[in-house]
């Protein structure tokens, strides 16, 4: 099956710095892929739907200025996390959406990442 | 009303048992169903994937789906203790770009 790999797994930082995860999909191409937060015990929080070659859409209540998502090409997102703050601290994982249909328009399956845990001390 | 609605559990059955895990939904343009199971702190796991109402059986696992009465179930035959974990059902339209709503999630004990 598909595989989204997502870097670094785990990641200390001090607060006031920016972090950055990254999220490819191995073997597949992505033009949309999605970004997660997830509190311990809590299910999935959508943050922002990230769209090759053009600007982030952002859940209502996430700051767009925080949490930066580059989607550059078919196979990578970025969030970068600025100016990270203690109560950023959390389970980021990201996910996308391959289809081996091979039909246009036709739904596939969202894989995801195996997370990012973020501590900011 | 929530768009997806899941039991919250926890739920804990003795190894071996036949478990239930039961999703319901409101939206009738969802097409496509998943169930994806969470260990701790990892990223959810693909396990069953369906589009068509009716049963999709892979080894120990079997999802159904009930799209006149807007409902989806998966079963987990013969449980062993590594089943236990959080099992979210997520549901998506017929849109590609679409992400996929979640349930809040099961957390399932087996215990040996």
């Known amino acids: 099956g598909a595989v989204v790999s997502q870097h670094p797994s785990w990641v200390i930082c001090k607060s006031g710095t920016s972090v950055k995860i990254e999220c490819r999909s191995l073997?597949?191409?992505?033009?949309?892929m999605f970004w997660y937060r997830q509190f311990p015990k809590q299910s999935l929080m959508l943050m922002a739907t990230s769209n090759e070659g053009s600007k982030a859409t952002y859940e209502q209540g996430v700051e767009k200025d925080k949490f930066l998502i580059n989607h550059a090409s078919l196979t990578l997102s970025t969030l970068t996390v600025t100016s990270a703050h203690p109560e950023d601290s959390s389970f980021y994982i990201c996910?996308?959406?391959?289809?081996?249909?091979?039909?246009?328009?036709?739904?596939?399956?969202?894989?995801f990442g195996e997370g990012s845990r973020l501590t900011v001390l | 009303q929530k768009e997806v609605e899941q039991d919250p559990g926890p739920l804990s059955v003795p190894e071996g048992a036949i478990v239930s895990l039961n999703c319901t939904y409101s939206n009738s343009a969802f097409q496509y169903f998943m169930w994806y199971r969470q260990y701790s702190r990892k990223g959810p796991e693909l396990l069953m994937y369906t589009y068509s109402s009716g049963n999709k059986e892979d080894g120990r696992f079997t999802a159904q789906v009930d799209k006149s009465s807007k409902y989806i179930s998966l079963f987990i035959r013969d449980s062993q203790p590594s089943d236990s974990a959080t099992y979210l059902c997520?549901?998506?339209?017929?849109?590609?770009?679409?992400?996929?709503?979640f349930g809040p999630g099961t957390r399932l004990s087996v215990l040996p």
């Open positions: 996910s996308a959406r391959g289809s081996f249909l091979g039909l246009a328009g036709e739904g596939g399956e969202l894989f």
């Open positions: 073997d597949f191409q992505a033009t949309t």
């Open positions: 997520a549901m998506s339209a017929k849109n590609y770009g679409q992400n996929f709503v």
